[in-house]
Protein backbone atom coordinates (compact mmCIF):
# COMPACT_ATOMS: atom_id res chain seq x y z
CA UNK A 1 0.00 0.00 0.00
CA UNK A 2 3.13 2.55 1.04
CA UNK A 3 5.49 1.59 -2.06
CA UNK A 4 1.85 2.59 -4.13
CA UNK A 5 1.12 5.73 -2.25
CA UNK A 6 4.93 6.19 -3.44
CA UNK A 7 4.60 5.55 -6.65
CA UNK A 8 1.28 7.45 -7.31
CA UNK A 9 2.88 10.28 -5.64
CA UNK A 10 6.25 9.67 -8.17
CA UNK A 11 3.50 10.29 -11.11
CA UNK A 12 2.07 13.11 -9.92
CA UNK A 13 4.77 14.87 -8.96
CA UNK A 14 6.89 14.09 -12.13
CA UNK A 15 3.61 15.80 -14.45
CA UNK A 16 3.70 18.75 -11.91
CA UNK A 17 7.00 18.97 -12.48
CA UNK A 18 7.34 18.96 -15.98
CA UNK A 19 4.49 21.80 -16.36
CA UNK A 20 6.32 24.03 -13.79
CA UNK A 21 9.11 23.73 -15.46
CA UNK A 22 7.80 24.74 -18.87
CA UNK A 23 10.37 26.05 -20.87
CA UNK A 24 13.39 23.02 -20.23
CA UNK A 25 10.75 20.73 -20.43
CA UNK A 26 10.02 22.60 -24.03
CA UNK A 27 13.41 22.55 -25.06
CA UNK A 28 13.82 19.00 -24.03
CA UNK A 29 11.05 17.99 -25.40
CA UNK A 30 11.64 20.06 -28.93
CA UNK A 31 15.59 18.38 -29.67
CA UNK A 32 14.24 14.88 -28.66
CA UNK A 33 11.33 15.70 -31.67
CA UNK A 34 13.99 16.45 -34.14
CA UNK A 35 16.41 13.95 -33.30
CA UNK A 36 13.70 11.07 -33.92
CA UNK A 37 12.42 12.78 -36.72
CA UNK A 38 16.06 12.29 -38.53
CA UNK A 39 15.69 8.93 -37.03
CA UNK A 40 12.46 8.72 -38.59
CA UNK A 41 13.49 9.62 -42.06
CA UNK A 42 16.33 7.34 -41.84
CA UNK A 43 14.39 4.18 -40.86
CA UNK A 44 11.94 4.65 -43.38
CA UNK A 45 14.96 4.60 -45.80
CA UNK A 46 16.58 2.19 -44.71
CA UNK A 47 13.48 -0.17 -44.91
CA UNK A 48 12.38 0.78 -48.26
CA UNK A 49 15.77 0.38 -50.48
CA UNK A 50 15.63 -3.31 -47.90
CA UNK A 51 12.34 -4.05 -49.42
CA UNK A 52 13.18 -2.80 -53.28
CA UNK A 53 16.76 -5.42 -53.10
CA UNK A 54 14.31 -7.95 -51.94
CA UNK A 55 11.56 -7.24 -54.83
CA UNK A 56 14.14 -7.44 -57.47
CA UNK A 57 16.04 -10.08 -55.92
CA UNK A 58 12.52 -11.82 -56.12
CA UNK A 59 12.34 -11.04 -59.78
CA UNK A 60 15.88 -12.39 -60.70
CA UNK A 61 14.79 -16.40 -62.26
CA UNK A 62 17.04 -19.37 -63.53
CA UNK A 63 15.18 -20.34 -66.63
CA UNK A 64 16.04 -24.35 -67.09
CA UNK A 65 15.11 -25.75 -70.41
CA UNK A 66 14.64 -28.91 -71.13
CA UNK A 67 15.61 -30.73 -74.15
CA UNK A 68 13.27 -32.18 -76.77
CA UNK A 69 13.64 -35.70 -75.83
CA UNK A 70 13.04 -35.22 -71.90
CA UNK A 71 11.14 -38.15 -70.37
CA UNK A 72 8.55 -38.04 -67.57
CA UNK A 73 11.23 -40.15 -65.02
CA UNK A 74 14.11 -37.37 -65.98
CA UNK A 75 11.18 -34.36 -65.11
CA UNK A 76 10.44 -36.18 -61.71
CA UNK A 77 14.55 -36.51 -61.03
CA UNK A 78 14.82 -32.51 -61.95
CA UNK A 79 12.21 -31.57 -59.92
CA UNK A 80 13.60 -33.80 -56.69
CA UNK A 81 17.26 -32.60 -57.02
CA UNK A 82 15.64 -28.69 -57.57
CA UNK A 83 13.65 -29.62 -54.26
CA UNK A 84 17.10 -30.57 -52.68
CA UNK A 85 19.28 -28.01 -53.80
CA UNK A 86 20.05 -25.51 -50.32
CA UNK A 87 19.76 -22.51 -52.79
CA UNK A 88 16.28 -23.28 -54.36
CA UNK A 89 13.31 -21.21 -52.94
CA UNK A 90 10.76 -22.43 -55.41
CA UNK A 91 10.69 -23.49 -58.98
CA UNK A 92 7.56 -23.86 -60.98
CA UNK A 93 7.16 -25.64 -64.56
CA UNK A 94 5.90 -24.00 -68.00
CA UNK A 95 5.51 -25.70 -70.72
CA UNK A 96 6.61 -24.68 -74.27
CA UNK A 97 2.75 -24.37 -75.19
CA UNK A 98 2.61 -22.17 -71.91
CA UNK A 99 5.52 -19.78 -73.36
CA UNK A 100 3.84 -20.36 -77.48
CA UNK A 101 0.47 -18.84 -75.94
CA UNK A 102 2.54 -16.18 -73.74
CA UNK A 103 4.73 -14.90 -77.30
CA UNK A 104 1.69 -14.58 -79.27
CA UNK A 105 0.10 -12.66 -76.99
CA UNK A 106 3.69 -10.53 -76.90
CA UNK A 107 3.61 -9.23 -80.45
CA UNK A 108 2.27 -9.73 -83.71
CA UNK A 109 4.93 -10.24 -85.57
CA UNK A 110 5.98 -13.15 -83.12
CA UNK A 111 2.34 -14.03 -83.34
CA UNK A 112 2.34 -14.61 -87.42
CA UNK A 113 6.07 -16.21 -87.31
CA UNK A 114 4.48 -18.73 -84.83
CA UNK A 115 1.20 -19.22 -86.49
CA UNK A 116 3.20 -20.29 -89.70
CA UNK A 117 5.00 -22.85 -87.99
CA UNK A 118 3.28 -25.88 -87.46
CA UNK A 119 5.12 -27.87 -84.72
CA UNK A 120 6.07 -25.57 -81.46
CA UNK A 121 9.68 -24.95 -81.60
CA UNK A 122 9.84 -23.57 -78.35
CA UNK A 123 11.00 -26.03 -75.09
CA UNK A 124 9.25 -27.12 -71.62
CA UNK A 125 10.97 -25.45 -68.98
CA UNK A 126 11.54 -24.29 -65.20
CA UNK A 127 11.25 -21.32 -63.77
CA UNK A 128 13.39 -21.67 -60.83
CA UNK A 129 13.64 -18.70 -57.95
CA UNK A 130 16.46 -18.60 -55.69
CA UNK A 131 16.99 -17.89 -52.05
CA UNK A 132 20.69 -15.96 -52.06
CA UNK A 133 21.03 -14.56 -55.69
CA UNK A 134 25.02 -13.99 -54.68
CA UNK A 135 25.01 -17.79 -55.52
CA UNK A 136 23.15 -17.87 -58.57
CA UNK A 137 25.69 -18.88 -60.88
CA UNK A 138 26.62 -22.33 -58.87
CA UNK A 139 23.19 -23.32 -58.60
CA UNK A 140 22.11 -23.19 -62.53
CA UNK A 141 25.91 -24.55 -63.18
CA UNK A 142 24.44 -27.68 -60.77
CA UNK A 143 21.13 -27.22 -62.68
CA UNK A 144 23.00 -27.76 -66.12
CA UNK A 145 24.87 -30.90 -64.69
CA UNK A 146 21.81 -32.96 -65.76
CA UNK A 147 22.44 -33.74 -69.41
CA UNK A 148 18.92 -33.80 -70.56
CA UNK A 149 18.72 -30.13 -69.73
CA UNK A 150 19.42 -28.10 -72.32
CA UNK A 151 20.10 -24.58 -70.51
CA UNK A 152 20.05 -22.80 -67.47
CA UNK A 153 20.09 -18.80 -68.35
CA UNK A 154 19.74 -16.13 -65.43
CA UNK A 155 19.62 -12.49 -66.05
CA UNK A 156 23.32 -11.72 -66.04
CA UNK A 157 23.79 -8.23 -66.17
CA UNK A 158 21.83 -4.85 -65.03
CA UNK A 159 19.53 -7.17 -62.79
CA UNK A 160 22.40 -8.13 -61.06
CA UNK A 161 24.18 -4.71 -60.94
CA UNK A 162 21.27 -2.96 -59.45
CA UNK A 163 20.63 -5.79 -56.53
CA UNK A 164 24.21 -5.07 -55.93
CA UNK A 165 24.10 -1.06 -56.18
CA UNK A 166 20.87 -1.75 -53.46
CA UNK A 167 22.70 -4.02 -51.51
CA UNK A 168 25.43 -1.57 -50.70
CA UNK A 169 23.12 1.47 -50.45
CA UNK A 170 21.24 -1.00 -47.73
CA UNK A 171 24.40 -1.35 -45.41
CA UNK A 172 24.87 1.91 -45.80
CA UNK A 173 21.35 3.18 -44.82
CA UNK A 174 21.99 0.56 -41.60
CA UNK A 175 24.97 2.02 -40.69
CA UNK A 176 23.51 5.56 -40.76
CA UNK A 177 20.29 4.28 -38.91
CA UNK A 178 22.47 2.94 -36.18
CA UNK A 179 24.70 5.82 -35.60
CA UNK A 180 21.54 8.58 -35.72
CA UNK A 181 20.15 6.57 -32.82
CA UNK A 182 23.37 6.64 -31.09
CA UNK A 183 23.46 10.49 -31.21
CA UNK A 184 20.11 10.32 -30.80
CA UNK A 185 20.10 8.72 -27.31
CA UNK A 186 22.76 10.77 -26.27
CA UNK A 187 21.45 14.04 -27.20
CA UNK A 188 18.86 13.29 -25.80
CA UNK A 189 19.56 11.53 -22.69
CA UNK A 190 21.91 15.29 -22.28
CA UNK A 191 19.38 17.51 -22.82
CA UNK A 192 17.24 15.80 -19.76
CA UNK A 193 19.95 15.61 -17.69
CA UNK A 194 20.26 19.42 -18.13
CA UNK A 195 17.39 19.77 -17.36
CA UNK A 196 17.87 17.89 -14.36
CA UNK A 197 21.27 19.42 -13.44
CA UNK A 198 19.44 22.70 -13.09
CA UNK A 199 17.17 21.12 -10.30
CA UNK A 200 20.51 19.70 -8.61
CA UNK A 201 19.21 21.96 -4.93
CA UNK A 202 15.70 20.02 -5.39
CA UNK A 203 17.78 17.14 -4.98
CA UNK A 204 20.17 17.92 -2.08
CA UNK A 205 16.78 19.65 -0.45
CA UNK A 206 15.05 16.32 -1.00
CA UNK A 207 17.77 14.00 0.47
CA UNK A 208 17.86 16.60 3.68
CA UNK A 209 14.58 16.59 4.76
CA UNK A 210 14.84 12.83 4.61
CA UNK A 211 13.77 11.77 1.17
CA UNK A 212 14.81 8.35 0.70
CA UNK A 213 17.10 7.35 -2.63
CA UNK A 214 14.25 5.58 -4.40
CA UNK A 215 11.39 8.32 -3.44
CA UNK A 216 13.74 10.81 -5.06
CA UNK A 217 14.65 9.23 -7.90
CA UNK A 218 10.95 8.23 -8.96
CA UNK A 219 9.45 11.35 -10.15
CA UNK A 220 12.61 12.12 -12.27
CA UNK A 221 12.75 8.62 -13.87
CA UNK A 222 8.79 9.04 -14.75
CA UNK A 223 9.74 12.97 -16.02
CA UNK A 224 12.46 11.39 -18.33
CA UNK A 225 9.76 9.07 -19.54
CA UNK A 226 6.91 11.98 -19.69
CA UNK A 227 9.76 14.34 -21.62
CA UNK A 228 11.07 11.31 -23.92
CA UNK A 229 7.12 10.70 -24.73
CA UNK A 230 6.22 13.91 -25.57
CA UNK A 231 9.27 14.03 -27.52
CA UNK A 232 8.36 10.87 -29.67
CA UNK A 233 4.90 12.40 -30.30
CA UNK A 234 5.52 14.72 -32.97
CA UNK A 235 7.95 12.12 -35.04
CA UNK A 236 5.29 9.88 -35.11
CA UNK A 237 2.66 12.90 -36.35
CA UNK A 238 5.28 13.16 -39.01
CA UNK A 239 6.62 9.97 -39.52
CA UNK A 240 2.65 8.40 -40.14
CA UNK A 241 1.55 11.73 -41.91
CA UNK A 242 4.08 12.24 -44.24
CA UNK A 243 4.69 9.24 -45.11
CA UNK A 244 0.95 8.65 -46.29
CA UNK A 245 1.51 11.68 -48.23
CA UNK A 246 4.55 10.85 -49.79
CA UNK A 247 2.94 7.05 -50.81
CA UNK A 248 -0.03 8.63 -52.34
CA UNK A 249 1.85 11.75 -54.02
CA UNK A 250 4.34 8.47 -55.83
CA UNK A 251 1.46 6.18 -56.13
CA UNK A 252 3.84 3.79 -54.02
CA UNK A 253 6.14 3.70 -57.09
CA UNK A 254 9.69 5.67 -57.37
CA UNK A 255 10.53 6.20 -60.99
CA UNK A 256 9.42 3.41 -62.68
CA UNK A 257 7.48 -0.21 -61.57
CA UNK A 258 10.43 -1.85 -60.16
CA UNK A 259 11.08 0.54 -57.36
CA UNK A 260 8.00 -0.12 -55.00
CA UNK A 261 7.22 1.85 -51.40
CA UNK A 262 6.28 -0.02 -48.77
CA UNK A 263 2.89 0.18 -47.70
CA UNK A 264 2.20 2.94 -45.10
CA UNK A 265 0.06 0.85 -42.44
CA UNK A 266 1.49 -1.27 -40.68
CA UNK A 267 4.49 -0.12 -41.46
CA UNK A 268 4.67 3.78 -40.16
CA UNK A 269 2.95 1.82 -37.04
CA UNK A 270 5.97 -0.38 -36.11
CA UNK A 271 8.15 2.26 -36.98
CA UNK A 272 5.99 4.72 -35.06
CA UNK A 273 6.21 2.45 -31.83
CA UNK A 274 10.39 1.86 -31.94
CA UNK A 275 10.01 6.08 -31.81
CA UNK A 276 7.93 6.19 -29.11
CA UNK A 277 10.09 3.24 -27.31
CA UNK A 278 13.30 4.87 -27.55
CA UNK A 279 11.99 8.17 -26.61
CA UNK A 280 10.60 7.23 -23.73
CA UNK A 281 13.92 4.57 -22.68
CA UNK A 282 16.44 7.35 -23.64
CA UNK A 283 14.57 9.53 -21.55
CA UNK A 284 14.03 7.29 -18.40
CA UNK A 285 18.03 6.43 -18.76
CA UNK A 286 19.07 9.86 -19.30
CA UNK A 287 17.65 11.04 -15.75
CA UNK A 288 18.41 8.06 -14.08
CA UNK A 289 21.97 8.96 -15.18
CA UNK A 290 21.38 12.85 -13.90
CA UNK A 291 20.04 11.88 -10.97
CA UNK A 292 22.57 9.30 -9.99
CA UNK A 293 25.23 12.13 -10.11
CA UNK A 294 23.79 14.24 -7.34
CA UNK A 295 22.65 11.62 -4.89
CA UNK A 296 24.86 9.81 -2.42
CA UNK A 297 24.67 6.81 -2.98
CA UNK B 1 18.68 10.84 28.96
CA UNK B 2 21.00 12.26 26.56
CA UNK B 3 19.76 12.25 22.74
CA UNK B 4 23.60 13.57 21.65
CA UNK B 5 26.70 12.06 22.51
CA UNK B 6 29.57 13.15 20.99
CA UNK B 7 32.53 11.17 22.24
CA UNK B 8 36.55 12.12 21.53
CA UNK B 9 35.13 13.56 17.94
CA UNK B 10 37.36 14.74 15.52
CA UNK B 11 36.81 16.18 11.56
CA UNK B 12 39.54 16.65 9.62
CA UNK B 13 38.79 17.61 5.94
CA UNK B 14 40.70 16.33 2.99
CA UNK B 15 42.80 19.16 2.54
CA UNK B 16 44.29 18.83 6.15
CA UNK B 17 42.27 21.23 7.98
CA UNK B 18 41.21 20.03 10.83
CA UNK B 19 37.68 21.59 11.94
CA UNK B 20 36.96 19.72 15.24
CA UNK B 21 39.03 18.32 17.66
CA UNK B 22 38.96 16.08 20.63
CA UNK B 23 35.13 16.94 21.04
CA UNK B 24 33.37 15.39 24.02
CA UNK B 25 29.47 17.01 24.53
CA UNK B 26 26.27 15.44 25.91
CA UNK B 27 22.71 16.97 25.20
CA UNK B 28 19.54 15.79 26.97
CA UNK B 29 16.49 15.52 25.91
CA UNK B 30 13.88 18.81 26.05
CA UNK B 31 17.24 21.23 26.03
CA UNK B 32 17.99 24.12 24.28
CA UNK B 33 21.65 24.78 23.20
CA UNK B 34 23.08 27.81 21.38
CA UNK B 35 26.19 26.55 19.41
CA UNK B 36 28.50 29.45 19.37
CA UNK B 37 32.50 30.74 17.68
CA UNK B 38 33.64 32.66 15.28
CA UNK B 39 33.67 31.51 11.63
CA UNK B 40 36.05 29.06 10.97
CA UNK B 41 35.50 27.96 14.77
CA UNK B 42 34.09 24.18 13.75
CA UNK B 43 30.43 24.72 14.81
CA UNK B 44 29.12 24.59 11.24
CA UNK B 45 30.80 21.45 11.27
CA UNK B 46 29.68 19.67 14.33
CA UNK B 47 25.89 20.26 13.56
CA UNK B 48 26.41 18.97 9.94
CA UNK B 49 27.77 15.92 11.70
CA UNK B 50 24.64 15.62 13.68
CA UNK B 51 22.61 15.24 10.23
CA UNK B 52 25.37 12.88 8.97
CA UNK B 53 26.50 16.03 5.76
CA UNK B 54 29.81 15.58 7.31
CA UNK B 55 31.01 11.80 8.85
CA UNK B 56 34.09 12.41 11.91
CA UNK B 57 36.81 10.76 11.08
CA UNK B 58 37.28 9.53 14.54
CA UNK B 59 35.20 9.36 17.51
CA UNK B 60 31.58 9.04 17.85
CA UNK B 61 28.72 11.06 17.20
CA UNK B 62 25.92 9.10 18.29
CA UNK B 63 22.15 10.98 17.37
CA UNK B 64 18.93 9.46 19.12
CA UNK B 65 20.97 6.02 19.45
CA UNK B 66 22.12 6.07 15.37
CA UNK B 67 25.99 6.23 15.36
CA UNK B 68 26.72 8.91 12.62
CA UNK B 69 29.93 7.49 12.25
CA UNK B 70 29.07 4.68 10.76
CA UNK B 71 25.72 5.37 8.91
CA UNK B 72 26.27 4.68 5.08
CA UNK B 73 25.07 7.13 2.75
CA UNK B 74 22.30 4.98 1.38
CA UNK B 75 20.65 4.89 4.86
CA UNK B 76 20.90 8.87 6.03
CA UNK B 77 17.73 9.13 5.21
CA UNK B 78 16.60 7.09 8.10
CA UNK B 79 18.63 9.66 10.68
CA UNK B 80 16.97 12.23 9.27
CA UNK B 81 13.95 11.50 9.14
CA UNK B 82 13.82 11.76 13.08
CA UNK B 83 15.31 15.01 13.00
CA UNK B 84 14.34 18.22 11.80
CA UNK B 85 16.91 20.80 10.20
CA UNK B 86 16.18 25.23 9.22
CA UNK B 87 18.74 26.26 7.59
CA UNK B 88 20.19 29.76 6.95
CA UNK B 89 19.24 29.86 3.12
CA UNK B 90 15.96 28.57 4.16
CA UNK B 91 16.37 25.70 1.53
CA UNK B 92 12.40 25.64 0.14
CA UNK B 93 11.67 23.78 -3.01
CA UNK B 94 11.10 26.71 -5.73
CA UNK B 95 8.56 25.09 -7.55
CA UNK B 96 6.56 24.12 -4.85
CA UNK B 97 3.76 26.11 -2.42
CA UNK B 98 3.85 26.30 1.11
CA UNK B 99 1.92 23.34 1.45
CA UNK B 100 3.71 20.96 -0.73
CA UNK B 101 6.79 22.34 0.52
CA UNK B 102 5.77 20.90 4.07
CA UNK B 103 3.79 17.68 2.85
CA UNK B 104 7.19 16.90 1.03
CA UNK B 105 8.86 15.08 3.69
CA UNK B 106 5.79 13.32 5.02
CA UNK B 107 4.95 12.35 1.81
CA UNK B 108 8.18 10.51 1.11
CA UNK B 109 7.49 8.33 4.29
CA UNK B 110 4.30 6.90 2.34
CA UNK B 111 2.05 8.28 4.55
CA UNK B 112 -1.57 8.92 3.79
CA UNK B 113 -3.20 11.77 2.61
CA UNK B 114 -5.85 11.94 5.31
CA UNK B 115 -2.88 11.80 7.97
CA UNK B 116 -0.68 14.18 6.48
CA UNK B 117 -3.29 17.11 5.46
CA UNK B 118 -3.77 17.94 9.37
CA UNK B 119 -0.20 17.40 10.59
CA UNK B 120 0.63 19.89 7.66
CA UNK B 121 -2.15 22.43 8.41
CA UNK B 122 -0.94 22.10 12.64
CA UNK B 123 2.47 22.94 11.92
CA UNK B 124 1.39 26.06 9.36
CA UNK B 125 -0.45 26.99 12.30
CA UNK B 126 2.33 26.73 15.26
CA UNK B 127 4.41 28.90 13.05
CA UNK B 128 1.52 30.98 12.06
CA UNK B 129 1.26 30.69 7.90
CA UNK B 130 -1.92 29.10 7.39
CA UNK B 131 -3.37 31.81 5.40
CA UNK B 132 -0.22 31.22 3.08
CA UNK B 133 -0.39 27.55 2.19
CA UNK B 134 -1.28 28.36 -1.97
CA UNK B 135 1.75 30.54 -2.00
CA UNK B 136 5.03 29.94 -3.86
CA UNK B 137 8.33 30.74 -1.59
CA UNK B 138 9.12 33.59 -4.10
CA UNK B 139 6.29 35.39 -2.92
CA UNK B 140 6.94 35.36 0.61
CA UNK B 141 8.96 37.62 3.08
CA UNK B 142 12.37 35.94 4.15
CA UNK B 143 11.16 35.52 7.83
CA UNK B 144 8.25 33.93 6.22
CA UNK B 145 9.94 31.92 4.71
CA UNK B 146 12.10 30.58 7.29
CA UNK B 147 8.24 29.76 9.07
CA UNK B 148 7.74 27.44 6.55
CA UNK B 149 11.18 25.94 6.68
CA UNK B 150 10.49 25.42 10.94
CA UNK B 151 7.01 23.92 9.97
CA UNK B 152 9.08 21.58 7.27
CA UNK B 153 11.59 20.50 10.04
CA UNK B 154 8.85 19.90 13.10
CA UNK B 155 5.98 18.32 10.98
CA UNK B 156 6.74 15.02 11.65
CA UNK B 157 7.25 15.38 15.32
CA UNK B 158 10.94 15.15 15.70
CA UNK B 159 12.70 14.40 19.00
CA UNK B 160 15.87 17.12 17.68
CA UNK B 161 15.50 20.44 15.84
CA UNK B 162 18.96 21.30 14.28
CA UNK B 163 18.99 24.85 13.21
CA UNK B 164 21.99 26.10 11.53
CA UNK B 165 22.23 29.88 11.86
CA UNK B 166 18.56 30.00 11.06
CA UNK B 167 18.21 34.26 11.94
CA UNK B 168 21.43 34.75 10.16
CA UNK B 169 19.97 36.44 6.97
CA UNK B 170 17.32 37.77 8.75
CA UNK B 171 16.86 41.46 10.68
CA UNK B 172 16.35 41.39 14.01
CA UNK B 173 12.85 42.09 15.13
CA UNK B 174 12.09 39.08 12.83
CA UNK B 175 15.14 36.95 14.07
CA UNK B 176 13.49 37.36 17.68
CA UNK B 177 10.26 36.03 15.87
CA UNK B 178 12.04 33.17 15.03
CA UNK B 179 13.61 32.41 17.75
CA UNK B 180 10.33 32.64 19.79
CA UNK B 181 8.52 30.17 17.87
CA UNK B 182 11.57 27.45 18.27
CA UNK B 183 11.34 28.49 22.30
CA UNK B 184 7.52 27.93 21.83
CA UNK B 185 7.81 24.90 20.34
CA UNK B 186 10.80 23.64 22.50
CA UNK B 187 8.52 24.47 26.04
CA UNK B 188 5.31 22.58 24.20
CA UNK B 189 6.50 19.51 22.64
CA UNK B 190 9.90 19.10 24.42
CA UNK B 191 11.83 18.90 21.06
CA UNK B 192 15.35 19.58 21.92
CA UNK B 193 17.00 22.34 19.77
CA UNK B 194 20.06 22.61 18.46
CA UNK B 195 21.25 26.18 17.35
CA UNK B 196 24.07 27.40 16.04
CA UNK B 197 23.91 31.15 15.66
CA UNK B 198 26.14 34.57 15.50
CA UNK B 199 23.23 36.70 17.41
CA UNK B 200 24.50 38.05 20.66
CA UNK B 201 21.41 39.43 21.39
CA UNK B 202 19.37 35.96 21.42
CA UNK B 203 21.84 34.77 22.84
CA UNK B 204 21.86 37.25 26.04
CA UNK B 205 18.97 37.45 26.12
CA UNK B 206 17.14 34.11 25.52
CA UNK B 207 20.01 32.68 28.90
CA UNK B 208 20.00 28.89 27.62
CA UNK B 209 22.97 26.66 27.51
CA UNK B 210 25.60 27.84 25.49
CA UNK B 211 28.45 26.18 24.10
CA UNK B 212 31.65 27.85 23.24
CA UNK B 213 34.00 26.07 20.02
CA UNK B 214 37.28 27.95 19.23
CA UNK B 215 39.61 26.51 16.69
CA UNK B 216 38.04 22.89 16.64
CA UNK B 217 37.90 23.25 20.60
CA UNK B 218 35.19 23.14 23.19
CA UNK B 219 36.17 26.39 24.90
CA UNK B 220 33.42 26.73 27.15
CA UNK B 221 30.18 25.03 28.70
CA UNK B 222 27.98 26.95 30.01
CA UNK B 223 24.39 26.19 31.18
CA UNK B 224 23.11 29.84 31.93
CA UNK B 225 24.99 31.27 29.08
CA UNK B 226 26.11 34.42 27.45
CA UNK B 227 27.84 35.91 24.52
CA UNK B 228 28.86 38.85 26.36
CA UNK B 229 31.71 36.67 28.58
CA UNK B 230 33.37 35.89 25.56
CA UNK B 231 32.91 39.66 23.81
CA UNK B 232 36.69 39.89 24.75
CA UNK B 233 38.09 36.68 22.94
Avoid at chain 1, 53 to 69: F, M
Avoid at chain 2, 209 to 215: A, G, K, P, Q, T
Wanted: net charge neutral; hydrophobic share 40%.
Amino acid sequence: MKAIRILGRAIRDSFKSVFRNFSLSTAAIVCSSITLILVSVAMILSYNVENITKNLEHELTIVVYLNKETTEEQMNELKSSLENMENVDSYEYKSKDEWRLEMKNSSETLNSTLEYLEENPLLDSFIVRVKDVEHLKETSQEILKNDFVSSADYGEGMTENLISAFKVIEKVTIIVVIALILVTAFLISNTIKLTIFSRRNEIEIMRLVGASNISIRLPFIFEGLILGFLGGLIPVIFTIYGYVLLYDHFNGYVFSQLIELVEPFNFTIYISMILLGMGCIIGMFGSYRAVRKYLKI
Amino acid sequence: MNLIEVVNCYKTYNNGVTAVADLNLEIEKGEFVFVIGASGSGKSTLIKMLYREERPSKGKVIVGGINVAKLRNSKVYKLRRKLGIVFQDFKLLPKLTVYENVAFALESLGMKETEIRPKVLKALDSVGLKEKIRSFPNQLSGGEQQRVCIARAIVNDPKLLICDEPTGNLDPKISKEIVDILDKINKKSGTTIIMATHDKEIVNKMKKRVILLENGVLAEDNMKGSYKAHESN
